[in-house]
């Protein structure tokens, strides 16, 4: 059964801080790792990982996957208010698109002003 | 981009009725559509994947006779809850993916039902 972790649970860090949120999975037919931000309706997405070792940088925000030892980070530089969420990962299961996504537990984000 | 259009966003019904909610997609066409369940501070969890003009495949463990899909359309989805509990409030969020082989799946904003 594919399987997708996530830590912390919980994180509460001051503005300006860094953050790093971590998510390792196990998966047949690995295909990619997605990343949302889910504040207080659906999730909105930030990044699709496919291949080990290239970031992927949107602003403050970047993700990286290791497909060797099956886990992906992502970064938050500098973080502000906003960026208080919830950070769901997840992985395809089917072997067509992106269908059938199984989501990890998701990190709840605090930013404190 | 691709947009996900969901309604309606918020539903308050009596134990014991129906409620339809329904998935559009807005700017692309969706032969596939996927509904999600989220109780409070947990994840999201796939019920069921919605299929154009077929029957839905539902995950295990959920109630086909219950969670009525229907996907008559390229663009449209509708998730209906029926003889509604209230152990079936939570927020149903569906989702589709648009722009073609390998896109991220798009979301819309979510239903939060709640049943007394």
């Known amino acids: 059964e594919d399987k997708v972790v996530q830590s912390p649970l919980s994180l509460v860090v001051h503005e300006g801080d860094t953050v790093t949120l971590n998510c390792s999975y196990e998966v047949t037919n690995f295909r990619s790792l997605l990343w949302y931000k889910q504040e207080k309706k659906a999730p909105t997405f930030l990044f699709m990982l496919t291949s080990s070792g290239i970031e992927k940088k949107s602003g403050r925000l970047s993700s990286i996957l290791d497909k060797k030892e099956l886990f992906s980070i992502l970064n938050i530089t500098a973080t502000q208010t906003g960026d208080s969420a919830i950070y769901l990962c997840?992985?395809?299961?089917?072997?067509?698109?992106?269908?059938?996504?199984?989501f990890g537990t998701g990190t709840r984000l605090t930013i404190i002003p | 981009g691709a947009v996900v259009s969901q309604h309606p966003s918020r539903v308050i019904c009596k134990s014991g009725t129906s409620v339809k909610i329904e998935c559009r997609s807005l700017?692309?066409?969706?032969?596939?559509m996927f509904w999600y369940r989220q109780f409070p501070k947990q994840s999201l969890m796939l019920m069921a994947t919605?299929?154009?003009?077929?029957?839905?495949?539902?995950e295990q463990g959920v109630e086909k006779d219950k969670f009525l899909i229907n996907h008559a359309s390229l663009t449209l989805s509708t998730l209906t809850v029926t003889s509604a509990h209230p152990e079936d409030s939570s927020f149903y969020i569906c989702?589709?993916?648009?722009?073609?082989?390998?896109?991220?799946?798009?979301f819309g904003n979510g239903t939060r039902l709640t049943v007394t």
């Open positions: 997840a992985v395809p299961r089917s072997n067509f698109g992106n269908e059938k996504l199984t």
């Open positions: 700017d692309f066409q969706a032969t596939t």
């Open positions: 919605s299929n154009e003009g077929s029957k839905a495949t539902y």
């Open positions: 989702s589709a993916e648009g722009g073609g082989f390998g896109s991220p799946l798009h």
